[in-house]
C-alpha cells in the first residue's frame, strides 16, 4: 500500500477531533448500528481519547461501511495490510527526542492505563486495528478510483476529493441502515 496514501488517511483521521466525552458510557454500550453491525463505546475508546471519542463515530461508521462493502465485493484487503515488521507496531522509547515519538508514546501510555494494558501491548493492537481499517478504506478506494498515483500536491488532493465523496456517497446510499444511538 502507498505510504503516501496511509499517511493521508492517518492525517484525516486525526483531523476530525473535538470535544466530546465519552467516559459516562458504558463499554458495552452501543453507539451506532451499521447494517446490523454494532459499534460499542468501546470500540471507540480503545482507539481515541474519551474527551474526543464520539467525534469519530462519524469516520467509525464509514469504516464499517467500507469493510462490508470490501467484503461484499469479495475483495483480499491483505495485499493492503502492513508487513509484520511495521515501525507503527513498535513503540518509541521512554527517552526519545523525536516529537512525534514523543505524542505516540504519550497516546499509548495514557491509552493503556485507561484499559489496564501495558502501552507496548495497547501499541501492537492498536497498530493492528489501524492497519485493518486502512487496508479495507485502500482496498475500496482502489477498487473504485484505481491505484493512487500522486504527482504532487494538486494530485493529493484530487484524490483525496474523489475519496471523501466515495465515502459520502456510500453513507447516503446505505443512510437507512444506519442507526445513530448516541451523540
Known sequence: MSRILQYSILIVF???AGCNSISKYDDNEVAAI???Q?????DLRFLYPDDTALDYLEWAINVELVKQEVKDMSLDISENLSDTDDWFEELPPKNTTDEGGKQIRKFAESQARKLDMKPEEYQQEYAKKIDEQNAYIVTYLE???GKAEFYGEKGMV???E???YLLEELVEENEDEIEVLIE
Open 143 to 145: 477498487e473504485k478510483l
Open 14 to 16: 486525526i483531523f476530525l
Open 38 to 42: 454494532e459499534i460499542t463505546i468501546g
Open 162 to 164: 474523489k475519496s471523501n
Open 158 to 160: 484530487e484524490f483525496n
Open 34 to 36: 451499521v447494517k446490523g
